[in-house]
């Protein structure tokens, strides 16, 4: 019985089970997704859903244009951007490229700037010009392969032809000096002094006081230094001390007449009020400024504080005019003007038809120092005429004058300097007689002489060496020719010791070219080269002829000055 009951549950189960599966296969059999009906709805809605779908693409496709349009526009935006930026960049290079090219160029100038200085007075090879300043022979061997005379004609030639000169030079002073002393005083006692200027002494310059003059007649050169009348006084400019001061004016400087008045702006009393019970003791009670008070500046430029050239010349040209009308009965001779453009140029004319001239050149001192201001000093370097009434030239006079001196005392005895510097001076004074003047004076000679006095040891200027030491002098006035340079001796001149007292504005100076004309006038440098060359063919000539025949063109001073 229990056997068949647990058959039958058995069966009864498997038949559970059966029926399970059979309702989940039928379930799948008959699931609408597997095995969709013919008569479905799904193709009643598939045009309008396919229409849809057109639509969304068609809404795709328009924003996908508007999104590449939109892409475009900044790509194009960004390359722009990128353009101007590469080309700032590149404008930045250019730039960076030009200050760094501009900034080489200028060390590099520099550099060969101070070279130059540094070895402009040491012996160097020959330097030609530029191609558009070339001259036919300039090439080729120093001085053109000319020959001097030899040291033996040399050292007659200065025994009979130039020494004689010394002690007619020494006369000449003398008999000058005295005269210009009697002069000066007759002036001063005319002068006003509340309102013209006070003349002091008179300081000799030049060849004539510095023993190397050889030109004919003797010419004695006296600074006249003179003053502003009080409450004036005299404040230099130096072109040195200007930063806009043209090329052409180096070299000159203006000279502002200041009230004493005006140096209240450094004193408290100018600032401060007083009571009724104090005064100043530096500028009293009548020298207070007076506010719009306009006092006539004496011998300047019109609605100027600066001097002015042509009023200080009326002035001293009418100043000795009136002095020597006063003293011109104790003498038995004539006072003229030479030169109607040089005021301060005096002849001196004697009953027996000879003749003295001199040159009285009124000059401003430049503070403490030996500088001092001149109007036109005949001999010293001068670019042209001023281009102001007010631009008064430096004078380095009385410190060449020293430097010559105390050179003369550390050089050995009887030394050729100044015999070297006398016969180049007569050689170019005589061929500008032939020729006439080129752009070649006196004065570069003598510089020309200083820079080579600094350059070379004190043994080299022994008598003995007078042919070579001439010889290398012209060679140095040739070869600045050449280049058109030949630097001033005192101006900018770092080698000038300290003891000769050079102001520190003048020693720290730029450099100033003597030959800078030259640059620019190209046929006046024409004329001068060759006029240096006819010089050097006709040296041994003009020595020859003047050691054996001495000219007697010249005025000598009287022995004793007749006074009446």
């Known amino acids: 019985m229990r056997a068949w009951t647990k058959a039958e549950e058995s069966s009864s189960m498997a038949l559970g089970l059966f029926r399970v599966c059979l309702v989940v296969v039928t379930a799948i059999v008959n699931h609408p997704l597997l095995f969709p009906r013919e008569n479905t709805t799904v193709p009643e809605n598939e045009e309008e859903i396919i229409r849809k779908m057109q639509a969304h693409q068609e809404k795709l496709q328009l924003e996908q244009l508007r999104l590449e349009e939109e892409v475009a526009r900044l790509v194009a935006e960004k390359e722009a951007l990128e353009q101007a930026a590469e080309e700032g960049q590149q404008l930045n290079e250019n730039y960076m490229a030009w200050d760094l090219w501009s900034t080489l160029c200028m060390i590099l100038f520099l550099v060969i700037e101070v070279w130059r200085q540094d070895h402009q007075d040491g012996p160097s090879p020959e330097c030609l010009g530029g191609a558009e300043d070339e001259l036919p022979g300039l090439e080729g061997a120093p001085l053109r392969g000319l ?24 006369r000449t002073r003398e008999f000058v000096e005295g005269f210009v002393d009697d002069l000066l005083e007759a002036l001063r006692s005319l002068c006003n002094r509340d309102t013209d200027m006070e003349v002091e002494d008179f300081i000799g310059v030049d060849s004539m006081y510095e023993n190397w003059q050889v030109d004919r007649p003797l010419l004695c050169k006296l600074f006249v230094p003179f003053m502003a009348p009080e409450p004036y006084h005299f404040h230099p400019e130096l072109w040195c001390s200007s930063h806009s001061m043209p090329l052409d004016r180096q070299g000159y400087g203006q000279i502002k007449v200041v009230r004493a008045d005006d140096d209240m702006l450094g004193c408290i009393c100018g600032k401060t009020k007083f009571g009724e019970d104090m005064l100043c003791l530096l500028h009293g009670k009548n020298n207070s400024v007076q506010p719009g008070s306009e006092a006539e500046v004496p011998l300047c430029a019109r609605d100027s504080p600066y001097l002015d050239i042509v009023q200080v010349m009326k002035w001293f040209q009418t100043a000795l005019t009136r002095a020597w009308r006063r003293i011109a009965h104790k003498y038995e ?8 453009d040089t005021p301060g140029s005096l002849k001196i004319r004697f009953r027996s038809g000879k003749f003295m001239p001199f040159n009285l050149i009124p000059v401003i001192q430049c503070d403490d120092s030996d500088l001092y201001f001149v109007s036109r000093l005949p001999g010293e370097p ?22 010559l001196r105390t050179m003369s005392k550390t050089l050995p005895e009887g030394a050729c300097h100044l015999t070297c510097l006398q016969i180049a001076s007569f050689l170019l004074s005589k061929q500008s007689r032939l020729t006439g003047p080129s752009g070649l004076g006196g004065y570069h000679v003598k510089t020309a002489l200083l820079h080579l006095l600094l350059s070379r040891r004190a043994a080299d200027w022994k008598a003995g060496q007078l042919d070579v030491r001439l010889h290398e002098l012209l060679r140095f006035l040739e070869k600045s020719l050449l280049e058109k340079k030949l630097h001033h001796f005192f101006i900018g001149n770092r080698k000038v010791p300290e003891t000769v007292g050079l102001p520190e504005a003048i020693h720290r100076a730029e450099p100033l070219n003597l030959f800078r004309p030259f640059v620019l006038q190209r046929s006046l440098y024409r004329k001068t080269v060759d006029s240096f060359y006819e010089l050097l063919k006709n040296a041994p000539a003009l020595v020859s002829e003047y050691a054996l025949h001495i000219p007697s063109d010249h005025a000598g001073p009287p022995q004793k000055a007749a006074v009446l």
Request: charged share 20%; proline share 4%; aromatic share 12%.
């Open 147 to 170: 020959t001097l005379p030899n040291k033996a004609m040399l050292d007659h030639f200065h025994e009979h032809c130039i020494r004689g000169a010394i002690a007619d030079a020494a």
């Open 382 to 403: 001068s670019e042209g005429t001023p281009a102001s009434s007010t631009d008064w030239l430096l004078s380095f006079a009385v410190y060449e004058r020293h430097f």
């Open 333 to 340: 001779f004539d006072l003229a003007f030479d030169q109607l």
